[in-house]
């Protein structure tokens, strides 16, 4: 039974990887590539004080986009979990937070620039209301916008499994904990949490993966003037330095294996499914 | 033609007489048929059109993709059996003809040769000009032989890329939202317009456009805009660097319709640019000047070029195909969309007196000026901003270029878009 599956993952997993960490070690002129062990890829990049703020920039991105989901994502996971009562409700709110995702990614982030832009909706609607008298030019074109692109394109990351699991909490330990006479706060926060954990690391390990490893949304929402680890993968692929793209990917790669690797030493996901 | 003659004796007497009087290309019309050629390039000159119109005038297939600088770079160095005719730009050639991947072109088979522009053949526009800086195309447009694989500085009958297409780029302006002449390049780090400015993230020609400003504040002359040391490239980044953090840049484009969109919607008022965007953004009923500047211009050629496996038969054709490129009707095509031909006055008799007028002379507009997709360019009694070809080609301060430093102009690049 596992050989198939074994065959797939070397396939399509350990064969790329070991690909593009052969490749890290090559070197390159312009046009060709030239099979090498040298660590010279290596060492421009952690020679250069562009990397460590590119990739600071990286984290930056990661952490603020996580606090934003996981809070929006819990709320409404939990409105959905414990507010809806009827489950054809909780279906059909449940699939109206998929909608957006019937279009492109692309689609959806750059349906933002015309609506952040100087002269563009959310301009004009504050300026009419006269909340402001010049237009707001950091709504576009700023980490303001890559952020807000980020967490409307990943929060369902979030919503979907932190709401799967609070569905599988057995209704009855909230009502022994409120019978035992626990506010709802204290429910929410030593019965609730607690066990929605798997959930919330699921979710984290979404979002995190995905912004970590983004290149288009920072490429379009910053209008190219910012830059994460993805963008400077890119601009190397771009100008054919593809052993240079690789070590950088193996940097990211090995980033964020032990970024995942700190959030598995808080929960067990396997132990909570 | 007279080796297609000789070929023809050996056929046979008739074949000979028939070959003789009705030129050369006869003789395979039949089997040409069968002939599809690939060819990539930029998007500027890979349109369907000119395809549709290949198959219509000369039976063959030309099949088309378009990429961008960089891909089509890669593409013509990495993979020579992907193509047969490159239609690349000659900074790009300068990269890719030490490959050994094109092959040199014979110009005594190139029929309209000798009205090519004096700028493909000795540099000059006219015997007076003097050779702007950077990548000039007839440096990298000559080669040694058949079998060159260098550069040589004569007409040596041997050419690199046959030339098609090229341009004179400045910046491109809202004239209704700056309200005041604009006359120098040191106009796009204006705090004036802080926040407002774009530049475009291709390092090789951004890198160009970055040197006309710097040269243009008077912080520094270069000896060479288009082969920068080091230290003149740490200095025009360092500029430009503090400049970016200063907020003077709304933000970098890469393709042209970013560089469209950001001039129509307003984030941007001063910015490079490139002739045909200048040109979509007045389709869309906004103002946009290419705003010729007192520096000059920053200017760019493309030609085509032949895969080294190209052979026989898609050779002939291929050679058929230059021929009518050279022709006209391209030129024509081209020139209404504001670029120039290689051999303009072939193009005059694919254009209305007008149209000729107004793009290539200079000249105040008849009647409106529309594109080849038909859309409204210019009124009656507009004139081309910048004027004649003469004024505009003749005003080149540089040419896209290819840097010794390239490599390490490129770092530089990527820290700048990243600080």
Redesign the interface.
């Known amino acids: 039974m596992a050989l198939p599956i074994m065959a797939v993952l070397m396939f399509f997993l350990v064969l790329p990887i070991v690909m593009i960490v052969t490749v890290s070690f090559w070197q390159a002129t312009e046009f060709s590539i030239i099979p090498a062990f040298d660590f010279e890829n290596y060492e421009f990049l952690f020679g250069s004080n562009v990397t460590y703020r590119v990739f600071f920039n990286t984290f930056k991105y990661a952490f603020i986009t996580w606090v934003f989901t996981l809070s929006i994502g819990f709320t409404v996971a939990y409105f959905l979990a414990f507010h809806i009562r009827s489950l054809t409700w909780q279906i059909v709110l449940f699939l109206l937070c998929t909608i957006p995702f019937w279009t492109s990614n692309i689609i959806r982030m750059i349906s933002w620039i015309p609506f952040l832009g100087r002269n563009g909706i959310a301009n004009s609607t504050l300026i009419s209301w006269g909340v402001i008298d010049e237009p707001l030019d950091w709504l576009l074109f700023s980490d303001f916008a890559v952020i807000l692109a980020f967490v409307h394109l990943y929060t369902l990351f979030m919503v979907v499994p932190i709401f799967n699991t609070m569905m599988r909490i057995d209704k009855s330990l909230i009502e022994a904990a409120r019978d035992a006479g626990a506010s709802g706060t204290q429910i929410l926060w030593s019965v609730i949490i607690p066990l929605t954990k798997p959930g919330i690391m699921i979710g984290t390990i979404f979002v995190v993966t995905l912004v970590m490893g983004d290149f288009i949304t920072v490429r379009f929402m910053s209008g190219s003037q910012s830059a994460n680890v993805g963008r400077l993968i890119s601009n190397d692929i771009a100008l054919l330095a593809y052993p240079s793209a690789s070590a950088t990917a193996v940097v990211l790669l090995l980033t964020v294996l032990i970024v995942i690797g700190i959030m598995l030493r808080f929960v067990d996901i396997r132990k909570e499914l | 033609m007279t080796k297609v003659s000789r070929r023809n004796i050996l056929k046979g007497g008739a074949a000979f007489a028939a070959g003789s009087t009705l030129g050369a290309p006869m003789i395979w019309a039949q089997n040409i048929k069968d002939v599809t050629l690939r060819q990539f390039g930029t998007g500027v000159s890979n349109l369907n059109d000119v395809a549709n119109k290949v198959k219509e005038d000369l039976g063959f297939t030309l099949e088309m993709t378009a990429l961008d600088s960089?891909?089509v770079?890669?593409r013509a160095?990495?993979q020579p059996n992907s193509f047969d005719i490159a239609d690349i730009e000659y900074w790009i050639c300068k990269?890719?003809w030490p490959?050994g991947n094109l092959q040199a072109m014979d110009t005594s088979k190139i029929k309209n040769y000798d009205k090519i522009v004096g700028i493909f053949r000795n540099g000059k526009l006219t015997p007076e000009s003097t050779i702007a800086q950077g990548t000039a195309p007839h440096t990298v447009g000559f080669t040694e032989g058949p079998d060159g694989k260098g550069f040589v500085d004569n007409e040596s009958g041997w050419m690199t890329l046959i030339p098609t297409i090229y341009n004179a780029d400045t910046l491109g302006i809202r004239p209704d939202l700056i309200g005041r002449p604009i006359k120098n390049w040191s106009e796009l780090l204006n705090p004036e317009f802080k926040?407002k400015a774009?530049i475009l993230?291709i390092s090789s020609i951004g890198i160009m456009d970055m040197a006309m400003v710097v040269e243009s504040m008077g912080e520094y002359t270069y000896p060479d805009k288009g082969n920068m040391t080091r230290e003149e490239i740490d200095l025009t980044m360092k500029i430009f660097t503090e400049a970016?953090q200063n907020g003077q840049?709304?933000?970098?484009?890469?393709s042209f319709d970013e560089s469209v969109?950001l001039m129509a919607?307003?984030?941007v008022v001063i910015q490079s640019m490139w002739s045909p965007a200048i040109t979509a953004v007045k389709s869309k009923g906004v103002e946009c000047v290419y705003q010729p500047l007192e520096e000059g211009y920053r200017s760019w050629g493309g030609g085509i070029g032949l895969s080294a496996s190209l052979s026989g038969l898609e050779r002939d054709a291929a050679y058929e195909y230059i021929n009518w490129y050279l022709d006209g009707w391209v030129g024509g095509y081209l020139m209404r969309q504001g670029y120039y031909s290689a051999v303009p006055e072939t193009s005059k008799a694919h254009m209305t007196e007008n149209e000729w007028g107004y793009w290539f002379e200079g000249k105040p507009a008849t009647d409106t000026i529309t594109s080849p997709t038909g859309d409204a360019l210019a009124q009656a009694g507009e004139v081309r901003d910048g004027g004649s070809f003469q004024d505009r080609m003749g005003a080149v301060a540089c040419w896209n270029a290819v840097m010794d430093e390239?490599?390490y102009m490129?770092r530089k690049w990527?820290?700048f878009?990243?600080?």
Do not use: L
């Not at chain 2, 840049?249 to 890469?254: D, L």
């Open positions: 960089d891909s770079t890669q160095a990495t990269k890719v490959t926040g774009s993230d970016k840049f709304r933000a970098f484009w890469k969109n919607s307003g984030e390239n490599q490129v990527n820290e878009i990243a600080a």
